[in-house]
């Protein structure tokens, strides 16, 4: 058995305090102990900030969030956090934020690195988002024209699929949610990195 491509552990986190109620996740074991490091660091990084971004501290804000494990398989941990925050008003505000990681050396990667060097991806992703949109209605509800993604922009992977997603009011009306553009690694074999995430969940 190839014990390295096996799920690395997971377990939650709880901050519980007055105006958060929050759960994040935590890497304990079947990786090495620097990969393991590498990533909780990463972790608790990018929820502090998620929750400063929401109002964390500031006396008005109430925040609750978790996580979701979105592939833990073949050397690839895939991960959003998301966070609630509600001060009032008609509605509150949700923010999610997604790593994915090597989970042998711990590793984070972006956009552009799940791709060959030197790959232009954005159009044939801008192209693939542009027909689900078509196809699902949305075009006409979009908050003005389609200016396509940014290599900033956020994703996770989930088995075989790399899924591309927009904040609230990016591209969409608060009442479609965070939207979110699945694409099957199959339909887009040709431009990505075979020594990275995309290869090795192929």
Do not use: C
Request: glycine share 10%; proline share 6%; aromatic share 14%.
């Amino acid at each position: 058995m190839n014990v390295s491509a096996l799920p690395v552990g997971i377990v939650p986190w709880h901050i519980l305090q007055p105006w958060v109620d929050m759960y994040y996740a935590e890497v304990a074991g079947w990786t090495n102990p620097q990969a393991e490091a590498g990533m909780n660091v990463a972790i608790q990084q990018q929820v502090q900030q998620l929750l400063y971004d929401q109002g964390y501290g500031d006396g008005v804000s109430e925040l609750t969030g978790g996580f979701d494990l979105k592939n833990n398989q073949r050397h690839v941990l895939s991960l959003t956090h998301t966070v609630y925050s509600f001060a009032g008003g008609a509605h509150g505000m949700t923010v999610e934020r997604a790593l994915t990681f090597d989970s042998r050396t711990g590793r984070a990667y972006t956009l552009t690195e799940l791709f060959a060097p030197g790959v232009d991806f954005i159009p044939r992703l801008n192209a693939i988002i542009q027909a689900q949109l078509e196809e699902r209605g949305w075009f006409e509800h979009i908050l003005g024209p389609y200016e396509g993604i940014t290599t900033e922009q956020p994703f996770y992977v989930a088995d075989k699929t790399l899924v591309i997603y927009f904040d609230l009011y990016e591209l969409m009306p608060y009442v479609y949610g965070i939207p979110y553009f699945p694409i099957s690694v199959y339909a887009i074999m040709d431009l990505i990195n075979e020594d990275g995430p995309l290869g090795w969940i192929l």
